[in-house]
């Protein structure tokens, strides 16, 4: 039973273009969502979070898109630069399941120079 | 300010012994989670503590067990080894349970069972 998904697990963007991940739910009940950034050998780096109550949240370069009716959000980097190059995780949190994080299994992104 | 660390970085282990992984949470953090990564998936949320106390717990079998000191870092162990237990442990500290505080994970323990 998968609630977070993550259909793409490859992602091959060309610098200075726009990245665009995307994520899919299936619990209702998830009321907070975060993209992780993880390079190999390191643990995962917050990146950004978005709360269910909004639809958009904006953070540099980077702004994540809720669209609660399709349970769907989204993860822009705009422009995309090379040291972006990592694997991104979409994660979602629910109060009634003590706010563990239920994570997708990830997006391999390559931005090519 | 220091961050999320995780000791040993690599361990290795034989089926049926017992194993215990070590965290220290980020200053003011009073909450850990830990995490199981096998490869080419995402975390899975094994358990978390709460200013010393449990505050929920995954799909693990209770070998998988835990504790918070009052200096709010963490371990985790695991008894009875089994081969599937080989992966990627990860901890992660916030400043509260909620889920509106972003958890801050270390770069992990790999745990390989022979």
């Known amino acids: 039973d998968q609630q977070v998904k993550q259909n793409s697990p490859s992602l091959s963007v060309q610098e200075g273009r726009i990245s665009i991940l995307n994520c899919d739910y299936t619990n209702s009940m998830f009321d907070y969502f975060l993209w992780y950034k993880k390079y190999p050998a390191e643990g995962p780096t917050f990146l950004i979070s978005?709360?269910?109550?909004?639809d958009k949240n904006e953070d540099g370069r980077f702004t994540v898109f809720l669209n609660k009716s399709a349970k769907h959000l989204s993860l822009h980097i705009v422009p995309s630069q090379p040291g972006d190059s990592a694997v991104y995780f979409c994660?979602?949190?629910?109060?009634?399941?003590?706010?563990?994080?239920?994570f997708g299994s990830g997006t391999r992104l390559l931005v090519r120079p | 300010e220091t961050g999320v660390t995780q000791s040993p970085t690599h361990l290795i282990k034989t089926r049926g012994q017992q194993v215990t992984l070590r965290c220290s949470s980020q200053?003011?953090?009073?909450?850990v989670s830990w995490y199981q990564q096998a490869l080419g998936q995402g975390p899975q949320f094994i358990f978390q503590y709460y200013r010393e106390e449990e505050n929920g717990r995954g799909n693990f079998p209770p070998r998988f067990s835990g504790l918070q000191f009052p200096n709010y870092s963490s371990e985790l162990n695991v008894n009875a080894l089994e081969l599937d237990d080989s992966a990627l442990y990860l901890c992660a500290s916030s400043l509260a349970p909620q889920g509106n505080q972003p958890q801050h994970f270390g770069d992990g323990t790999r745990l390989s069972i022979l």
């Open positions: 200053s003011g953090h009073n909450t």
């Open positions: 994660a979602a949190s629910a109060m009634d399941s003590s706010y563990k994080l239920i």
């Open positions: 978005i709360s269910s109550i909004k």
